[in-house]
């Protein structure tokens, strides 16, 4: 009888994104190989070695730091290292986040919501780590709103590394322009710059709007207001990992370049629920959609309840948006139904008439034309990546 192999995961538990990382290892272990997994309760900041006493056939880990890099290249066992972080000069198969697409996520979440200044906190207690997903944010920001400035915290052009305390927090906070949205990657900083805010009686999201670069429940709704953050598809990253890790342990070729995945979605709280911009009107229309789109909105509708010249309400959606008002309520819808087709079993007219369409038919026109699939193929789709770890 083959013996069952044993992997090891270092990779802390103390955090939303590890654990679903974890589930996403023993989904694939469950589906695929009868592994042992071997886990150790540890947090997201500890240098924690493997144990000696561990001789597994393979280890998924979160390489942050040289001494374990070192220590496990000596051990000679196929690894995979599902960290943002690369070790200089141990360099094993990577699968993790798309930071790019990570960073144009939250630059278009910014700019849907009217927002002409941002800011940024990058991770920072993370070591051997290269940030790309600033950059990424930056550049979509300047294509999507040309002008526009994203503002850093001075320590962190300075030492990237260096510990930002809540005085520099406070200090960054009243030179900024408002109103504002801040990206903020590490839920913990997150948490920090909104007690920063409640702290100087700064508005959020009114004034200032937060987004977090990690769906960390517990940090994200324990803040005042509850935080806005993006759902990495943790899980997925840890399936895909183990499926990279078990083809390693049979000796197949090892990947030559990191597997990198999109994050999944935003999941909007009160901390970016605003809409920010020097145009009321337009404002008022942007708000309009959201809180009626999954009722049979029309541009009619909204006029009757703005007293504008529709001609007005097309060139001011253009100049901010760069859609008409009609494109911005169907894209809104798609986004709704997007979500249920993923997250519920509602059938394919019962989503449709949960997102504001009045008939099926033109619910599928839309999902052929702007995603080039039917609404049923979208769902196999979501189906698919969740079963693959994709």
């Given at each position: 009888m083959?013996?069952?192999?044993?992997?090891?995961?270092?990779?802390?538990?103390s955090t939303d994104y590890s654990s679903h990382l974890i589930e996403g290892v023993a989904r694939y272990a469950r589906t695929h190989r009868p592994w042992d997994l071997l886990v150790q309760p540890r947090?997201?900041?500890?240098?924690?070695?493997?144990?000696?006493?561990?001789?597994?056939?393979?280890?998924?880990?979160?390489?942050?730091?040289?001494?374990?890099?070192?220590?496990?290249?000596?051990r000679k066992i196929p690894l995979v290292n599902v960290s943002l972080s690369q070790v200089k000069g141990y360099e094993f198969p990577?699968?993790?986040?798309?930071?790019?697409?990570?960073?144009?996520?939250?630059?278009?979440?910014?700019?849907?919501?009217?927002?002409?200044?941002?800011?940024?906190?990058?991770?920072?207690?993370?070591?051997?780590?290269?940030?790309?997903c600033g950059p990424a944010y930056a550049e979509e920001l300047q294509r999507l709103v040309p002008e526009c400035t994203v503002h850093i915290p001075r320590a962190r052009e300075t030492a990237p590394h260096s510990m930002l305390t809540a005085v520099d927090l406070r200090n960054w906070l009243k030179r900024l322009p408002k109103p504002i949205g801040i990206f903020a990657v590490d839920a913990e900083d997150a948490h920090n710059l909104a007690d920063a805010c409640r702290a100087l009686n700064i508005h959020v999201p009114n004034q200032v709007a937060i987004l977090v670069g990690e769906d960390d429940r517990l940090l994200c709704e324990i803040s005042h207001p509850p935080l806005s953050a993006i759902d990495l598809g943790s899980e997925r990253i840890g399936y895909e990992a183990a499926a990279v890790l078990d083809q390693l342990m049979s000796r197949r070729k090892r990947p030559l370049t990191p597997k990198l995945f999109p994050p999944q979605r935003i999941i909007t709280r009160l901390s970016t629920d605003m809409l920010a911009m020097n145009d009321q009107e337009l404002a008022d229309a942007l708000r309009m959609i959201r809180q009626h789109v999954f009722e049979p909105l029309t541009v009619s509708d909204i006029l009757k309840q703005i007293p504008i010249s529709r001609r007005t309400l097309e060139l001011r959606f253009q100049r901010v948006l760069g859609i008409s008002?009609?494109?911005e309520i169907r894209q809104v819808r798609i986004e709704r139904a997007k979500v249920l087709l993923t997250t519920t079993n509602l059938s394919i007219p019962e989503v449709a008439a949960a997102s504001g369409f009045n008939h099926v038919e033109v619910?599928?026109?839309?999902?052929?034309?702007?995603?080039?699939?039917?609404?049923?193929?979208?769902?196999?789709?979501?189906?698919?990546?969740?079963?693959?770890?994709?």
């Open positions: 083959k013996q069952i192999r044993q992997v090891a995961l270092l990779i802390d538990t947090g997201e900041h500890e240098r924690t070695l493997m144990p000696r006493y561990w001789k597994p056939d393979g280890v998924i880990v979160r390489m942050t730091h040289r001494a374990m890099a070192k220590d496990l290249l000596k990577q699968v993790t986040i798309d930071e790019l697409m990570l960073g144009r996520l939250a630059a278009k979440h910014f700019q849907e919501r009217g927002l002409r200044q941002f800011g940024y906190l990058a991770i920072w207690r993370q070591q051997n780590y290269v940030d790309h008002p009609a494109a619910m599928n026109r839309l999902f052929q034309r702007m995603l080039n699939l039917t609404p049923t193929q979208y769902r196999r789709a979501g189906a698919a990546d969740s079963s693959s770890g994709r």
